[in-house]
């Protein structure tokens, strides 16, 4: 079955630096989205994209994040100058678009724990 | 509006009984309700969805109920096995490409 891959599984990073989180989505999905989850809470919208750009963005997204599709597989979070309070596990999720019948459901990568130090 | 309720924070069951999770929502617009399980360390996997068409909706050991009036949905595990071990978020959503709505998430556990 296809499925979402993520890398790295684990990033651990400065504050201030900068991070790019990969993601892959599944080959004939036309959406993809970026989900983040603080340890044991709830799962957060960050950003969706379609058609090579963003569709709907959370007050999360603030102008330290960026995505990007630099080609036709990959889908990249940026944060540009990471903070304590970025320390989460970030999911990447696509969706099929194409049923007449409205929403398709959102399949998820198994995550990028980002620890900021 | 934009939120998804959900409880309870936690539920804890012997193997064989039947954990309910209920969810709750305020946007009329929202019009798909899936249900996540994740377990520790793994993303979220789909597990059953449905939409407001119907009130019930059943897949293996998994039921939905859903009441439109009220808007408020919930989840059903028949016949719980330790393997059921995990949390579970209730979402919603409304209109193609429309962002996702996650509940907090209840964390079940299944006692042997």
């Known amino acids: 079955e296809p499925e979402v891959t993520q890398t790295p599984s684990h990033q651990v990073t400065q504050m201030g630096q900068e991070v790019i989180l990969r993601c892959v989505p599944i080959s004939n999905h036309l959406y993809f989205y970026w989900y983040r989850q603080i340890l044991g809470q709830k799962v957060e919208f960050l950003v969706s994209f379609y058609n090579n750009e963003i569709s709907e963005k959370s007050e999360i997204f603030d102008d330290q994040f960026s995505v990007e599709r630099p080609d036709g597989s990959n889908f990249t979070l940026k944060i540009r100058s990471t903070k304590l309070e970025d320390s989460a596990m970030y999911f990447c999720?696509?969706?099929?678009?194409?049923?007449?019948?409205?929403?398709?459901?959102?399949?998820f990568g198994n995550g990028t724990r980002l620890t900021v130090t | 509006q934009q939120q998804v309720k959900q409880s309870p924070q936690s539920l804890i069951v012997q193997k064989g009984g039947i954990p309910i999770i209920n969810c709750a929502y305020e946007n009329t617009a929202f019009d798909y309700f899936p249900w996540y399980q994740q377990f520790p360390g793994k993303g979220p996997a789909l597990l059953i969805a449905i939409r407001p068409d119907v009130s019930e909706k059943k897949e293996g050991r998994f039921t939905i109920s859903f009441n439109k009036s009220a808007k408020q949905f919930s989840l059903h595990i028949m016949d719980s096995q330790p393997g059921d071990s995990a949390t579970y978020f209730c979402?919603?959503?409304?209109?193609?490409?429309?962002?996702?709505?996650f509940g907090p998430g209840t964390r079940l556990s299944v006692l042997p």
């Open positions: 979402a919603a959503s409304g209109g193609y490409g429309q962002n996702f709505v």
């Open positions: 999720a696509s969706s099929e678009l194409g049923t007449r019948s409205g929403n398709s459901p959102l399949h």
